[in-house]
């Protein structure tokens, strides 16, 4: 089949994907209107003790100016239009339009989402190689615990106990934030940045690559004890030459694929790490922000990191339509040279 | 009748078992393969014909050195006149004895099947060679790209083939190659085996089809529950049971379409409940109480080989 | 053959079945041990006693005393007695969820079956810490929104999973003679299907609950959840975070580990009992 075919049909596939990603991300925007909608908190009370003294008139006036004394579902569509026109509202918090806000903090939360995926996709997907060579010996038993330990441990803890040995006995990592304190943002060098996100990354990273590990033993082993690597064995290729030509090429797929739908895990990872190294990301703008009634910035962030997850589920997607040839040269219907 | 020089393979008295554990400590071995013997000479195809679940493929298994950690094995088994051991068979497998799978999914799926067929060996020769040999077997050249879920079955069976007839190994181990085909195909794929053995390859075919077998192969040896019961010339086979050495073969002989169809009575005996004696003898209508003491060794008889006191 | 192969592997002596109902009995009593200490403890043991302020681990005080004179053993006993109580009920509620939902779907139309795919892919779709958050903030943060919120998010996969079981038995020959014989669909579903998910249910139960306490205490820490003077695992990490740089290491490393030794049972507990009921892993 020609290349055009392919990516016709890649196109109807993510066509159809997109349709569901689009009515998804719809219903997200209902569900998060709903449930702050629901709050029994009352935002302009949460306004007002920023702001200091304010009589019952001005109050009533603010409710008014919020629309707070509208119906939900006027309220909701006015929203979204102004989502759509990519205003999400002036947080509360910070006096600063959410749109901003998300802007400049989810480059630090990627920078340490992106390092610590990076990190886990590496160490899980190496160690899972060596468990699944070595499954059922000693040093495959030892790393197995090991990775079953990690999966039990909550991210904040694991950070703290980080920060406790690294940090506070050691003094190799500064306590917190992405850059030093007293330093204006375009003055801080790549070695400062890289210092102050090390930690966080490496407990962000120790979070998920046990279950990167886990998966691709798993999966290792299987391949191994399949009828084509016994073939293989039959035809004289050692262990090393079974993993180069087979092993690798079976296993990497499933693992970049779990890896791509990790988004959702590492954005709560972040949330906590976030929190316990007062990294100022978008996680820890989203704690804040449930936790001072700042309903356009946990509704901005809310939304905003639902469309990465939606995205690393469709870039998985997408990957294996690319990668694995039994869908890419799929043949189209009705067209068979099987007899 | 035998050349000395021709023999390549002679399995002697090989006997494969499992441990297994119940319930706790108490171990049992499962003997899988009792005593076993029989011989490939270059030149030949040797058909080792049996029921299924009679434990053929471990005997291929067992030449190559592939069976799981918790087999056992005694006996003696040789190649070109030097024992078999498991360094030898690391060195052989591959490029002296090649295997000739039984289906697609021997094949990885996630790599084109010229790849597969040259193997991890890399040259231009190499792939001067895959070319040339799927030529001969009439797969079109881009079939080479193709992945296993494209190929159809008998393009399957043919890069299967392939491997084996690429390596130049000199002696190749069939594994029921031929179930679920269509009589030509089955015919095609086994005439592929008839050219191997004519060009001085020693060919063993395994197989539940005796009928099938017998269109090509030169010796048979009938494998039953684990052991071969009788080794004879396939003309003997083709001549009738007066012929035949053992009660099974001609039995087996009876069941053949074409000579009654006639099924034997009683079934294989389990692994885990193997009769003492002889193998056969709960179903054999010659039995006495001779064959119940011992496991017949193996006699020569008329030029064939075979394991009944009977046999004369 | 020169030398016959011989690997020999015995298994442990203990078999499996055994070695999981030690296991449960162990955790179970665990669980009631921690469920008691925490209703027995006197709220004043851990009142403030400012004579024996920030002691590190002793005989006396195994896991320390805070920057308050509270000890830290049983501040950290009572916070895992309320992680019990929480993830308890949370998980219970989610896993009747999941084995409704997924039953559903695999016995309802077509369209209800989309349509509760979708709602799964809906939940999974917003990171589940930031749902958590939203739906404690909808109940105005507290212990009741931290259980909704738990007990809410959780049935996702193990819905998945009693669909697919469903499905699996539905295909089966004799529900097609059940069928046949005229016995309705409620009759089947209970006579049938109930008990083939049993298990399921029971596995995912209690698999469930290693997440639910893990969330219960992230969100704590992070501050939904309980007042501040509660103890709970999660908001003794996070009050002891401000005592760190002062050297009180205790005061986060023991009451930490002591959740992460829980949740830990409970995984073992639910992957013995899951290789109990599969029988294909069972021999690994």
């Known amino acids: 089949m020609t290349s055009l075919q392919t990516l016709r049909r890649l196109g109807g596939r993510s066509g159809k994907q997109l349709l569901r990603v689009a009515t998804l ?315 | 009748m035998i050349d000395p020089l021709s023999l390549l393979l002679d399995v002697q008295n090989l006997s494969v078992s499992f441990r297994r554990y119940q319930r706790g400590l108490a171990q049992t071995n499962l003997n899988v393969i009792s005593d076993l013997s029989l011989t490939a000479r270059a030149g030949e195809i040797l058909a080792v014909a049996g029921a299924s679940g009679s434990g053929k493929s471990l005997l291929a298994h067992a030449i190559l050195g592939l069976l799981p950690a918790n087999a056992m094995l005694s006996g003696v088994m040789r190649y070109d006149g030097q024992p ?229 | 053959m020169d030398s016959p192969i011989v690997i020999d592997r015995p298994r442990r002596g203990v078999n499996r079945r055994l070695q999981t109902m030690i296991t449960c009995i162990v955790l179970l009593m665990v669980a009631a041990g921690i469920l008691l200490s925490g209703e027995w403890i006197p709220s004043d043991a851990v009142t403030p006693d400012f004579s024996r302020k920030g002691l590190s681990p002793s005989l006396e005080y195994p896991f320390g005393t805070d920057w308050l004179g509270r000890d830290m053993l049983l501040r950290t006993l009572k916070g895992l007695a309320l992680s019990l109580k929480v993830g308890t009920i949370a998980s219970m509620v989610s896993a009747v969820l999941a084995t409704l939902i997924g039953a559903a779907a695999a016995t309802g139309s077509k369209w209800l079956d989309a349509a509760i795919n979708w709602l799964i892919d809906l939940v999974m779709g917003i990171p589940h810490l930031v749902l958590l958050i939203l739906i404690s903030f909808a109940c105005g943060r507290g212990l009741t929104g931290l259980v909704i919120g738990i007990a809410v998010t959780h049935w996702t996969s193990l819905a998945r999973l009693v669909r697919a079981e469903v499905l699996q038995i539905r295909s089966q020959p004799y529900i097609m003679v059940s069928r046949r014989l005229g016995h309705s669909t409620g009759w089947i579903l209970l006579r049938h299907i109930l008990p083939h998910i049993l298990p399921q249910f029971v596995v995912g139960l209690v698999l469930m609950f290693p997440h639910a306490i893990l969330h219960e205490a992230s969100l704590s820490f992070l501050g939904y959840g309980l007042p501040p003077d509660e103890p709970a695992i999660g908001i003794i990490l996070s009050e002891s975070m401000r005592y760190l740089t002062g050297g009180m290491w205790w005061l986060a490393f023991f009451p930490g580990l002591a959740l992460v030794l829980l949740v830990l049972l409970f995984d073992r507990l639910g992957e013995n009992l899951r290789m109990l009921l599969d029988p294909a892993s069972a021999h690994e």
Request: charged share 20%; proline share 6%.
């Open chain 1, 25 to 339: 991300l719809l219903a997200t925007t209902v569900v998060a209107f709903a449930l702050v909608s629901l709050s029994p908190v009352d935002p302009v009370q949460q306004y007002v003790l920023g702001v200091g003294n304010v009589s019952m008139e001005q109050r009533a006036a603010i409710a008014d100016y919020w629309g707070l004394n509208d119906p939900p579902v006027q309220r909701y569509f006015l929203w979204l239009s102004a989502l759509l026109r990519g205003d999400m509202g002036t947080s509360l918090l910070y006096r600063q339009p959410v749109a901003v806000i998300i802007r400049e903090r989810f480059l630090n939360t990627l920078a340490l989402m992106m390092t610590s995926w990076l990190l886990s996709g590496l160490i899980g997907f190496t160690l899972g190689c060596v468990m699944g060579l070595r499954r059922g010996r000693w040093l495959d038993r030892v790393l197995r615990a090991l990775c079953l330990m990690l999966s039990s441990v909550p991210t904040f803890w694991l950070g703290l106990v980080f920060l406790l040995i690294f940090s506070v006995a050691l003094g190799w990592f500064p306590i917190g934030l992405s850059r030093p304190i007293g330093v204006a943002n375009a003055d801080v060098t790549f070695g400062q940045r890289l210092h102050h996100l090390a930690l966080p990354a490496l407990t962000l990273s120790f979070i998920s690559f046990a279950s990167v590990a886990l998966h691709t033993r798993q999966k290792l082993i299987d391949v191994l004890e399949s009828d084509y690597v016994l073939f293989a064995r039959a035809r004289g290729e050692n262990t090393w030459t079974i993993m180069k030509r087979h092993g690798f090429r079976n296993v990497i797929l499933p693992a970049l694929t779990l890896q791509f739908a990790s988004f959702s895990e590492l954005f709560g990872g972040s949330v906590l790490a976030e929190n316990v190294f007062s990294y100022p990301g978008l996680g820890a703008a989203v704690s804040a922000a449930g936790l001072n009634s700042d309903v356009p910035l946990l509704l901005g962030v809310t939304i905003f990191s639902t469309l990465f997850v939606f995205s690393g589920n469709l870039i998985a997607d997408i990957l294996y339509g690319v990668i694995d040839p039994r869908i890419r040269e799929e043949r189209p219907h009705g067209q068979s040279n099987r007899d």
């Open chain 2, 84 to 312: 078999l051991n498991a360094v030898r068979q690391k060195q052989l497998c591959g490029s002296e004895i090649a295997l000739i799978p039984q289906s697609v999914t021997y094949l990885d799926p996630l790599m084109r099947v010229g790849d597969q067929a040259r193997g991890a060996e890399k040259s231009a020769e190499r792939m001067e060679r895959q070319r040339e040999v799927f030529r001969r077997l009439e797969l079109p050249l881009p079939s080479e790209r193709l992945y296993p879920f494209q190929l159809s079955g008998g393009m399957a069976r043919r890069v299967l083939f392939s491997t084996a007839i690429i390596s130049d190994a000199r002696l190749i181990i069939a594994d029921e190659p031929t179930p679920g085909m269509h009589l030509s195909q089955a015919m095609e794929a086994l005439s592929i085996l008839r050219e191997l053995a004519d060009a001085g390859k020693a060919v063993i075919l395994i197989t539940h089809d005796v009928d099938l077998a017998l269109n090509v192969a030169d010796q048979i040896a009938v494998f039953y529950a684990g052991t071969t019961l009788e080794e004879t010339p396939a003309a003997d086979f083709a001549a009738g049971p007066d012929a035949l050495r053992h009660p099974y073969s001609r039995a087996l002989w009876r069941a053949l379409p074409q000579n009654g169809f006639e099924p034997i009575p009683g079934f294989q005996p389990y692994p885990e409940a193997l009769p003492d004696g002889c193998l056969f003898g709960p179903r054999c209508e010659l039995k006495t109480a001779a064959c119940e003491q011992e496991t017949p060794p193996m006699r020569t008889v008329r030029g064939g080989k075979v394991r009944c006191v009977h046999a004369a």
